[in-house]
């Protein structure tokens, strides 16, 4: 077999056999193949797409190039959830704590922030001690123990795909449907629960801009996902405007904290509420979704959900005082108000914009390993569908320098107004 013969079929649009994605991938991972084959493949994948069996196939040749978690030694379901990417998207910090409460086993690899979105990871580092590192050993002992552990990568999965998304990332090969396919779902994989929920963002702060292009993306993960023998959900939600109102680190934790509490915000609340639900079904703790809301409910209510995330926090050696007390969280030097610049309707928050605004006051990096701020970031004071007159604060800016000049500008124009209410919602689909 030789690489250049892989690329010309795909190319010309000939289907690729299990065979043949499996000789590229490992020759690929191993570097027998060079860069420039892998970038001409992924770009014939681009122009020329995969059919479902070869996404599935590439998939598992993307999962078997390194290690895959074997969770056998953790009782139970273990469920998971992954995010396709948000601005204000601390849902993990909420979901997580909520099912372990029930007795659900949640055992999660995060990753880091890179760019506009916030990593798991980088939030709960702004609670003073977190460790985020754990051997694989250690990692089932706490989620047999506690029921949930939140932790970064162990061992070395999926290789190929940080190899491959390093190099699709400079050959504008990132937006291809099969490809952020088996780039999802083979990390998801490789960390061994048995249920999966997807949440699918859609609009303009997300990979998928439309609903069409990101119901094709569910589907297609969601029947990988089954072919693997996992149960998955995806739920396609709306990236219209960012997920409840803080945006950055330790101010997201503390909004997790609060939802938790039961006075979260209520977008923020739902999706938490939804997903979990998903979660809960799987895990055989309720037979309907109405059924499974209505025990989280009561994990809020009666704060078991906030004594978990406690639970886990002290677990993985953090100060879980800053759970009951957040009030103890570095706080940022300034905090500046920021005035709409018309009157109207909030229709429109650019997400992307105010991830990148976030960036800018240092909540984020756009380099992997450069320092992050904990404390900054934007708290949002209007949402899509609040009516504002001139000059209404419509956010504030948490930072940690004086001149915030471009900050607000960009901010202002992060917010569009109309005349009247729009229509909008939340959760667009659920695909099974
Ligand atoms: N996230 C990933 O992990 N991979 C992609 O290709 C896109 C988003």
Known sequence: MRAVDIIIKKRDGVELTKEEINFFIKGFTEGSIDNYQASALTMAIYFRGMTDQEATDLTEAILHSGDILDLSQIGGIKVDKHSTGGVGDKTSLVVGPLVASLGIKFAKMSGRGLGHTGGTLDKLESIPGYDISMSEEDFISQVNKIGIALVGQTGELAPADKKLYALRDVTGTVESIPLIASSIMSKKLASGAD???????????????????????????????????????????????????????????????????????????????????????????????????????????????????????????????????????????????VCATQAGYVSHIDALAIGNVAMMLGAGRSKIGEDIDHAVGIVLNKKVNDLVQENDCIAYIHSNKKDVTEEVKELQNAFSYSSGPIESKLILKVIK
């Open 195 to 337: 249920a999966i929920c997807l949440d699918v963002k859609v609009g303009s702060g997300a990979f998928m801009k439309t609903i069409e292009s990101a119901t094709t993306l569910a589907r297609l993960m969601v029947q990988i996902g089954k072919a693997c023998g996992k149960d998955m959900t995806a739920i396609l939600t709306n990236m219209d405007e960012p997920l409840g109102l803080a945006v950055g680190n330790s101010l997201e934790v503390i909004e997790a904290i609060q939802t938790l509490n039961g006075q979260g915000p209520k977008d923020f609340t739902e999706l938490c509420l939804e997903v979990a639900s998903h979660l809960v079904v799987a895990g055989k703790l309720a037979n309907t979704l109405e059924e499974a809301r209505k025990k989280l409910e009561a994990q809020i209510q009666n704060k078991e959900g906030l004594h978990t995330l406690a639970n886990l926090i002290k677990a993985q050696k953090g100060d879980e005082s800053y759970i009951y007390h957040p009030e103890k969280f570095s706080k940022a030097k300034y905090v500046y108000p």
